[in-house]
């Protein structure tokens, strides 16, 4: 079934807020979409990488706030220039990882107990960095830019059709190769459809963001795609490769699927496990450095316990599976798609923190269920 749950269920969510909400639909907010579900987003791709292999990092919330007080502890209160205290939050967040795929790959500690320990600990970390938990302002204009800047408009068409150039040369590319070597392949109108939708959700997207969402243009203006926009897309096709296109990426697959046959075919298997953690705190610490970037500052709360949740729920929810061995970077886009309009719409609807988070649960239950359901499918048809 891949991502068209997450699919559909996007689709529903959009026009049943639209109804009850109409600013829903507005320019503002669909920017505000990108901004707010930025960091779990960016959290989430690096979780499907442990996810994969059949594992579990409960702390990757409070790593990306340990590398954001790193960040602007270096930035504020020591006077760092924004490169150093970017590059130590980044090698903060794959020293955690490297020290978490260690204790699990190779001292054995299952990566469920690891990883709730530096849940826990990670906290404390953080009230430490930041000197008891004050608010710490992160004001270096590059580090603000993510997420409170916003591209010229040219530039975002440009960036668009890059990326549906791209993916059609790709897509066209591969079609060639398979036919040529008498592979199955899909129909060309098949793959002419794939870049045509990728092609009119992006102008679509660019088309909006670039309408103007200041209550005074005379003022300030206020068009563009946000910066972080950009910066998720680049990590989002990095990542995808890896997995797709990489030795790399498929002795991922193939320690999620069968960890002994993987080890039996010659793939360093404890080393394919620490590297992905080492890859989920990574992206952890980038997360981490979207979230100063947003409120431009950090406190004890930057990576609290609703972050690891709706990542969790993202990549899950986007169809990822917690069994391992299925799943693909885009699913925590999909999925933290989904968490961003629930979140963002139950905020318009003044709805209470107890109704979102059930409304949430209650779409995460559902696909964990569809994940089981479909494992349980493929087992009796005997296809893994």
Known sequence: MGALPAILGLVVLCVFFSVLRPNFLTAGNFANLFTQGAAVVLIAMGLVF???????DLSAGFASGVCAAVLANLLTLQGYPWYVATLAALATGAAIGLVLGFLVAKVGIPSFVVTLAAFLAFQGIMLMLIKGGTNVSVQAAPIVAIENRNLPPLVGWLLAAAAVGGYTATQLLRYRNRRA???ATDPMSMVLLRIGSLAAVVGVAVYVLNMERSLNSLISSNRGMPVVVPLVGVLLVALSFVLSRTAYGRHIYAVGGNREAAHRAGISVDRIRISVFVV?????????????SRFSSV???????????????????????????????VDAVLGGAVVAVIDNGMGLMDASSGV??????????LAAGVDALSRRRALATGNR
């Not at 990542?311 to 169809?319: D, L, N, Q």
């Not at 979102?356 to 239950?365: N, Q, S």
């Open 50 to 56: 442990v996810l994969l292999v059949g594992e579990i």
């Open 280 to 292: 989920c705190s990574s992206m952890a610490a980038v997360g981490g450095i979207v979230a100063a």
């Open 299 to 329: 406190d004890a709360r930057t990576g609290g316990s609703d972050v690891l949740l709706y990542a969790v729920g993202a990549a899950v929810i986007g169809g990822t599976s917690l069994f391992g061995g299925k799943g693909r970077v």
């Open 356 to 365: 979102k988070y059930l409304f949430t649960g209650l779409v995460l239950l």
């Open 181 to 183: 070597r008498d592979l």
